[in-house]
C-alpha cells in the first residue's frame, strides 16, 4: 500500500504539540528501565502451526524523534510500551511486559509462584514463563489471579497451567464475583461485532511503521494466537478479604463496574505492593471502548480509587497494573492515584454539568477542557480513552442515543441519507471536489463527512475512494489516541486494499465451553433470523444428562424462549452432555451421544434459522 506524507496542515499541528507538551519530563524513560533482567529474543512468537501470533520486533522502529506522520505524544508512549522484557518490581515481584497487550506478573511465594493475568494467548503466555524461568528458576505455579474479565487477563490461561492441574488441587485459580459470566457473556454475545472492531481499533492487520500502525495506547496490539478460560475456584466476594497462597498474603478491594464490570485490586503487605488491575494505568482509559461495550461508570471508577488510595495508599511502596510500568513511593503512589481519580471524577462531573446546561454529545466533547495538572500529567492524556469519546459515553449513559432534537429522532439510515447529501450537494463529483478543498485547507473532518456520503453513494467511485483513505490517513497521523490512529488508517487500508477481516476472534471455543445452559440458549437466541423463523412454531425439550438439567424451548414469532422444567407438550425430546450439545449448535448432527425421541426434523428447522455472525462485516462502506 502507498502512504502519502504527512500534510503541512498536520506537520504544524505536530509541531505546535512538540512545543506545549512536557517533553523533558523523562521519569517515565527511567520508570520502564527500571529492574530490567532480559528480553525475550527475538522477541516473536509463533503457535503451534509456525504462524507469527506476536512481533513486538517489528516496532524497532520506534526511536529517536518522532516523524511527521505520527503525533509527538503518541511516538513517546508507543516507545515506553513497546519496552519489552521481564522486570524485577521488587524483591518477590517480577513483571513480563511487551509479550502481549497486556503483562503478566508473577510473584514468588515460599515453593512456586502465583501468576497474575497470564496475557491473550496460550502462546505468549507461555512464552513469557518460559522468560521468566530461565533467570529465576523452575517454579511451579501455584496459584492464578485474574484482576477482570476482559481476554487479555485470562486468554492465556493454557500457557501456565492447565485443567488438569487445576482439577488436581495443584493449581487455584482466583477472581472477582461474577467474572465468568461477564468473561463468556461479552465475548460471545456480540462477540462477532466486537472482534471486527477490535480488527480496527488494535491494528493488527495493518502494517507496522512510521506511517502505520505504532501501538494503541494502552499496548502495542493484541497477539492473536490460542485463547482459553478456566473458571475460578475461589471466587473474591468482599473488599477487605484476605487470603494466603503459598505462603503470599493477599488483601482484596472489590471494584466492579469500573473499567470492567468483574474487577478487583489487592494489596501484598509483605511486599507493601498495590495491584490496580486495569483502574489505574499511564493513560486516560476507555469509558467506551471503541471496540464496543456497556458504557463504564466514572463515578464509581473514581470512588474505588479513593477507596484504594485510603485503605493503601500511605503503606504502599509500589504499585503495578495489567498494563504499563510501575510507579515506586509512597508519595509518587497517593499523587498518581489521585490525579487517575480526579480525571475520572472530573469528566463525570462536568460532563453532566454540559448536559444540564443543554449540550449534546458531540456540542460537550468540542468545549471540554480539563484542568491544567491533569492536561500536563502523561498518564491522564488520551492514548487510549480520549477525552472526546468519553465525554460522548457519559452523555450515552445518561441520556442514550437521542439528542432530544427531533430532526434526529428518525434520521434516514447512512447509505439513503448519503444519496440525499450527495444529490443536495450537486452530484458525487462535486462532493469530491468540495471535499478537495476542505483537505487542502487541512479541514480533515469536513472532508471525511463529505467523502463518507460520497462512498456510502457509490462505494465504487475511484477519486471518491482514493480521497477518503488519503484524508483517513491524515487524520490517523494527527492523532494523539493510539486506537483513533489504528481506526483511520484502518479504514484507509481497508478502503485501498479490501477488508482485512477479524485477526483475532474472542469467540474461541475454550470460552464458548464455558456457556451455562442459560447463557448457550441466549447465544443462540440473537443468531435466529427472525422474519425467516415467523411462520415457525416448534417445542423442544433438551435435557443435558451431565448437569442434570432439562429446559423447554419455543420457538414462536421469531422468537426463542427457554424455561428450565417448563411445562407443555414438545415435538421432539433431546437427552445429550453439554459438551455434546455445543457441538449440535455448532453443525455437527451426525456424531453419536443424542437421543432423540419425537420428530426429529424439527432441530432441523430450527437449524435452519440460525445465522451467526458476519466476521467480515463491512465498515467503510456500505
Excluded: C
Excluded at 97 to 123: A, K, Q, Y
Amino acid at each position: 500500500m502507498e502512504h502519502k506524507p504527512a500534510t503541512a496542515a498536520i506537520r504544524a499541528q505536530q509541531e505546535a504539540a512538540r512545543a506545549a507538551l512536557p517533553f523533558n519530563d523523562i521519569r517515565d524513560f527511567e520508570a520502564t528501565e527500571r529492574g530490567f533482567i532480559a528480553d525475550l529474543t527475538p522477541n516473536v512468537v509463533h503457535n503451534a502451526e509456525g504462524k507469527v501470533i506476536w512481533d513486538n520486533d517489528s516496532y524497532a522502529f520506534l526511536k529517536g524523534d518522532a516523524p511527521d506522520t505520527v503525533h509527538p505524544s503518541l511516538w513517546r508512549q508507543s516507545t515506553l510500551v513497546a519496552r519489552s522484557g521481564l522486570f524485577k518490581v521488587v524483591d518477590g515481584i517480577y513483571q513480563l511486559r511487551g509479550i502481549d497487550l497486556s503483562n503478566m506478573t508473577i510473584i514468588e511465594g515460599d515453593t512456586g509462584i502465583i501468576v497474575i493475568d497470564p496475557l491473550i494467548s496460550t502462546e505468549t503466555a507461555a512464552a513469557g514463563l518460559k522468560l521468566y524461568r530461565e533467570h529465576r528458576g523452575e517454579r511451579e505455579v501455584k496459584a492464578v489471579i485474574f484482576t477482570h474479565s476482559h481476554v487479555d487477563h485470562f486468554g492465556g490461561i493454557f500457557g501456565v497451567t492447565s485443567q488438569e492441574e487445576v482439577d488436581a488441587g495443584k493449581v487455584q485459580i482466583i477472581a472477582p464475583e461474577g467474572f465468568v459470566e461477564h468473561a463468556v457473556s461479552e465475548n460471545v454475545y456480540a462477540g462477532t461485532a466486537m472482534s471486527r472492531r477490535s480488527a480496527y481499533m488494535y491494528g493488527a492487520a495493518l502494517e507496522r511503521g512510521p506511517q502505520g500502525q505504532v501501538g494503541a495506547g494502552l499496548g502495542q496490539t493484541n497477539s492473536i494466537g490460542e485463547i482459553g478460560i478456566l473458571p475460578p475456584t475461589l471466587e473474591i466476594t468482599t473488599t477487605g478479604e484476605t487470603h494466603t497462597f503459598d505462603g503470599v498474603e493477599i488483601e482484596f478491594q472489590m471494584a466492579p463496574g469500573t473499567e470492567a464490570p468483574s474487577e478487583m485490586h489487592f494489596y501484598f503487605p509483605q511486599f507493601k505492593a498495590l495491584s490496580m488491575a486495569e483502574n489505574a494505568t499511564h493513560t486516560l482509559h476507555n469509558l467506551l471502548t471503541l471496540r464496543g461495550a456497556v458504557v463504564r461508570d466514572p463515578h464509581v471508577w473514581s470512588k474505588y480509587l479513593s477507596e484504594a488510595i485510603d485503605r493503601y495508599g500511605d503503606k504502599t511502596d509500589v504499585v503495578f497494573a495489567s498494563h504499563h510500568w510501575p510507579t515506586w513511593g509512597t508519595e509518587e503512589i497517593i499523587d498518581y492515584l489521585g490525579l487517575q481519580r480526579d480525571l475520572y471524577a472530573y469528566l463525570h462531573d462536568q460532563t453532566l454539568r454540559l448536559i444540564n446546561l443543554g449540550y449534546n454529545g458531540a456540542e460537550a466533547a468540542e468545549v471540554f477542557e480539563l484542568p491544567p495538572a491533569l492536561e500536563n500529567a502523561w498518564h491522564a492524556r488520551g492514548y487510549y480513552g480520549s477525552v472526546s469519546h468519553n465525554v460522548k459515553a457519559i452523555v450515552q449513559r445518561y441520556l442514550g442515543w437521542f439528542d432530544g432534537n427531533p430532526a434526529r429522532l428518525w434520521a434516514h439510515t447512512p447509505e439513503e441519507g448519503a444519496k440525499r447529501y450527495v444529490k443536495a450537494i450537486g452530484g458525487i463529483d462535486r462532493v469530491v471536489e468540495v471535499a478537495q478543498e476542505a483537505f487542502d485547507e487541512g479541514d480533515f473532518r469536513w472532508a471525511a463527512t463529505l467523502l463518507d456520503h460520497a462512498v456510502f453513494t457509490d462505494q465504487n467511485h475511484v477519486a471518491a475512494r482514493a480521497l477518503y483513505a488519503d484524508t483517513l490517513e491524515q487524520l490517523g497521523y494527527g492523532s494523539e489516541n493510539g486506537t483513533w490512529r489504528n481506526f483511520y488508517l484502518g479504514g484507509a487500508t481497508e478502503l485501498r486494499d479490501g477488508s482485512f477481516g477479524t485477526p483475532l476472534s474472542t469467540n474461541a471455543p475454550a470460552v464458548v465451553a464455558q456457556l451455562s445452559p442459560e447463557m448457550l440458549f441466549d447465544a443462540i437466541a440473537i443468531q435466529i433470523n427472525g422474519p425467516k423463523a415467523w411462520d415457525l412454531d416448534l417445542a423442544i425439550r433438551i435435557n443435558i444428562t451431565d448437569l442434570d438439567r432439562s429446559f423447554r424451548l419455543t420457538l414462536h414469532n421469531g422468537a426463542l424462549i427457554y424455561l428450565e422444567d417448563g411445562k407443555g407438550d414438545v415435538d421432539v425430546t433431546l437427552s445429550l452432555s453439554k459438551p455434546r450439545l455445543l457441538q449440535l449448535v455448532a453443525g455437527d448432527s451426525e456424531s453419536e451421544g443424542v437421543e432423540i425421541d419425537g420428530d426429529v426434523s424439527v432441530i432441523g428447522k430450527l437449524l435452519s434459522v440460525v445465522e451467526p455472525g458476519d466476521p467480515d462485516f463491512a465498515i467503510v462502506t456500505p
